[in-house]
């Protein structure tokens, strides 16, 4: 069982993939994900394993040019 802190990596490029906490096996608190490129991909927090409250998404500027929104989880449903 996953505890405590944790980084994965994008296995084509060893670039960082996520990372944040584990607690008893679940996502727990902050995390920060990365795409591929190395730009931040997304930020938010999780509770009992589930993305939960506001969850920042940035697209990858080699698709969109650049992008953001923001979507808010309470109890794993996306509300906008």
Request: proline fraction near 1%; charge should be neutral; aromatic fraction near 12%.
């Amino acid at each position: 069982v996953r505890h405590g802190w944790h980084t994965s990596f994008h296995t084509v490029n060893q670039r960082k993939r996520a990372e944040g906490a584990y607690r008893d096996g679940q996502r727990a608190g902050p995390w920060n994900e990365w795409h591929e490129n190395g730009q931040l991909a997304a930020q938010g927090a999780y509770e009992s394993g589930e993305r939960h409250g506001t969850w920042r998404t940035w697209l990858s500027r080699e698709y969109t040019g650049n992008g953001s929104c923001e979507l808010v989880f309470v109890q794993s449903i996306e509300t906008h």
